[in-house]
């Protein structure tokens, strides 16, 4: 098995934000495991295979791509929800310092969640229905010994007042409350030690239309409020572009652009983040514009194609991608790209596909 | 086909939950109508009720759905609502003439039998073709519908296949007696943007080939924008706007419509300035205590006091084909 060991590099360009999470080549292999008694593990499936991305202070981060691109499981790595094969996680604490949350013991693990937060996909499986409002919100409070008794009580409805909920409602159970007001628990529950990042894995998919779009101006506002950061996991790209600074696209496991988010809809670098845009059926009749049908499924992260892991579905493929993986590289100020061909091939943002439409002909 | 003032309610312990509560439609032949709304207007029980398979305590109450079907000599018009749902007749429109595509391929597919077992099924059933005549039409049917290796994917069973096979699957078994309206509920919602877009160019040209009429029911409003002919809104059990779908999307008129157009987060039109999208005030009323008057007057922007709160508006025609159910915007409009 060649594995290319990928480079590292960082933004040449100069934000003035300093950068808060950093993730160096990080690795979640799954073994596949064979057998009853004597099980032996037969292959990995390599859910996570060698990312690299970074987040600066308080800016939105989305990550997007298909189901089983390991992006979900990127975000659990970033807390040690799941301990990481390989890489490095770099995390700049608040209270101590720059940190490799892979390396961390038990102890400085704890102090360190106490910074870093998530908000799960369903709000109807990630509520204990067993707990009040006030034990849900007010545990995470109690377990780091931040606060108890009545000054609990006084933090859990502030922080439900903060999420649009209202603080009488403490006595109660989840299952007297719609799905948009459960994911407004989740966040007042990830918000309760005043996180520095916040790992949103799906927050709104499970919501309806008008819900999405509160939750979205929620999330928005508590960012502005108390300068929190997002990891923000979906596949809805609609809803990424509309909440992030900047993007990163996974494909297979591994990243295959990132950039800003104006940069990365408006002039893709990678035929799959292309191929994506031009997929997601746009809400406006007038503009019927012909997508971009890959052919064939998702690769499978235990048995992935050779060169370039999207290369069988890829319009542009060469030989070239069928046997070198290319390595994520910096082709623009803060636009990194893993494809042999970025640097020749012309791609279609989402602009791109309106001008064809207003000049009177259908995008391709 | 033609829905008219259809009223589906389900009788429940806890009172009863009116899920359709006059829907009117009508679907034209070889049309593509979109039924759009959030979780919980009805827009899935409308399907069932057309499929008369509405499940208990459910039951549709009132209303019609003609079916104009086309028989030997001419064309005859069936009310679907007073056949049993168990009748001969509605099981030969049943499959035949009205298919469905749902939502979830995974939980519509049988785990324990092979899809080819399944597809064969139906066409024995309707059309009496023997075992083996049957099964080619199974492996013609997987291949039209764009499936890898047909005579080996209809011996898999379905936990074998992707998401975007099995859905695959599932609209062969729904088209593999050329129905003349197929009803895909959600066809695309479990499925990748990428998958998500294989399947409808599908539709589309399988549409074109077979000239079915099709009715989309989603609450993707960029599937509508692009797949759709007209497009029904429902909230709450009611049919709150029916247009074209261009008047639709450029010239809706009840608030509803404005306010899910406006709640969208559109791709390629992020500015910095509109960073907050409008949303609908408050949510969804519960089903069991639908406020008086105007189900959505307490969300509504538009709401005038003494008129939306007491009277249920009607549906009218602001213009040629566009109605909508709010007299304060028609009036307006």
Redesign the interface.
């Known amino acids: 098995m060649a594995e290319v060991i990928k480079t590292t590099t960082t933004s040449t360009s100069a934000d003035k934000r300093p950068i808060l999470l950093e993730v160096k080549d990080l690795k979640k292999h799954f073994p596949i495991q064979k057998g009853f008694l004597l099980s032996k593990t037969v292959g990995y499936v390599k859910a996570v295979d060698g990312v690299n991305f970074y987040i600066r202070e308080r800016e939105t981060l989305g990550l997007v791509g ?2 089983g691109c390991g992006k979900t499981t990127t975000g659990r790595l970033i807390l040690r929800a799941y301990e990481p094969t390989a890489g490095e996680v770099w995390f700049n604490d608040r209270n101590m310092g720059r940190v490799n949350v892979p390396e961390l013991d038990g102890k400085q693990l704890k102090l360190l969640r106490q910074n870093m937060q998530m908000i799960f996909q369903d709000p109807y499986s990630s509520l204990n229905p067993r707990m009040t409002l006030l034990q849900i919100v007010g545990e995470p409070l109690l377990v780091n010994g931040v606060a108890k008794g009545a000054e609990l009580q006084d933090r859990v409805a502030e922080l439900l007042r903060v999420v649009g909920l209202r603080p009488e409602y403490m006595t109660r159970y989840p299952h007297a409350f ?1 799905g ?2 459960r994911q407004r628990i989740g966040v007042a529950r990830a918000l309760a030690l005043h996180p520095q990042l916040v790992v949103c894995d799906e927050p709104v998919s499970a919501l ?7 939750t ?2 929620l999330l ?1 506002d508590l960012q502005e409020q108390f300068g929190l950061t997002y990891l923000f996991v979906s ?1 809805d ?3 990424v ?3 992030s600074d900047r993007v990163a696209v996974m494909y297979v496991g591994k990243l295959v652009e990132s950039a800003t ?2 940069a990365l ?2 002039h893709p670098l990678h035929p799959y983040t292309e ?12 503009s ?1 514009t012909e ?4 052919p ?3 690769a499978d992260p235990a048995n992935p194609p050779s060169g370039c892991y999207f290369h069988p579905r890829c319009q542009y493929a060469t030989e070239q991608c069928q046997v070198e993986s290319p390595t994520l590289q910096e082709l623009e100020p803060e636009h990194f790209v893993s494809c042999h061909r970025a640097a020749e091939l012309e791609l279609v ?3 791109g596909q ?1 001008v064809h439409f207003n000049s009177g002909a259908k995008a391709r | 086909m033609e829905v008219k003032n259809l009223k589906t309610y389900f009788f429940l312990d806890e009172g009863t939950v009116r899920a359709v509560d006059g829907a009117d439609f009508v679907i034209h032949r070889g049309e593509t109508l979109g039924v759009v709304g959030e979780s919980g207007c009805g827009k899935s029980v409308t399907a069932r009720s057309i499929m008369n398979i509405v499940p208990r305590p459910g039951k549709t109450v009132e209303g019609e759905i003609l079916y104009h079907r086309h028989v030997k000599g001419g064309e005859h018009i069936v009310d679907l609502t007073r056949l049993a749902p168990q009748s001969d007749e509605m099981r030969n429109i049943r499959g035949a003439e009205i298919a469905m595509v749902f939502q979830e391929p995974m939980t519509s597919l049988s785990p324990v039998h092979t899809v080819g077992n399944q597809i064969t099924e139906v066409i024995q059933l309707h059309q009496g073709l023997d075992r083996a005549t049957a099964r080619q039409r199974a492996i013609d049917m997987l291949d039209l519908v764009g499936m890898p290796l047909p005579d080996r994917t209809i011996d898999q069973y379905a936990h074998e296949l992707s998401g975007g096979m099995r859905q695959r699957a599932m609209i062969a078994m729904a088209l593999s007696c050329h129905p003349s309206l197929l009803i895909a509920d959600e066809p695309t919602t479990a499925l990748d943007v990428t998958t998500e877009a294989q399947i409808l160019k599908l539709m589309q040209l399988l549409q074109n080939d077979l000239g079915m009429a099709i009715m989309y029911i989603t609450h993707n409003l960029g599937v509508i924008a692009q797949m759709t002919e007209n497009v029904v809104v429902m909230y709450m059990g009611k049919v709150v706007e029916r247009a074209d779908v261009d008047t639709l999307f450029y010239h809706p008129q009840h608030p509803y419509t404005r306010a899910l157009l406006q709640s969208i987060p559109r791709l390629g039109q992020k500015t910095r300035e509109r960073r907050r999208l409008a949303s609908i005030r408050g949510m969804v009323p519960d089903p069991y205590a639908l406020p008086q008057g105007c189900a959505f007057h307490p969300r509504c922007s538009a709401m005038v006091a003494g008129k939306c709160d007491v009277e249920e508006p009607a549906l009218l025609e602001v213009a040629p084909g566009h109605l909508v159910r709010c007299p304060i915007c028609a009036g307006v409009g």
């Open positions: 298909e189901s719609s948009g007001q309806d239309v008008s819900i999405q779009a509160q979205l101006n928005q596949h790209l609609s809803v572009e509309h909440i988010t104006d809809f408006r191929a994506l845009l031009s997929a997601v059926p746009k809400p406006d009749p007038r019927r997508s971009i049908v890959l064939g499924d998702v943002g989402v602009l309106e």
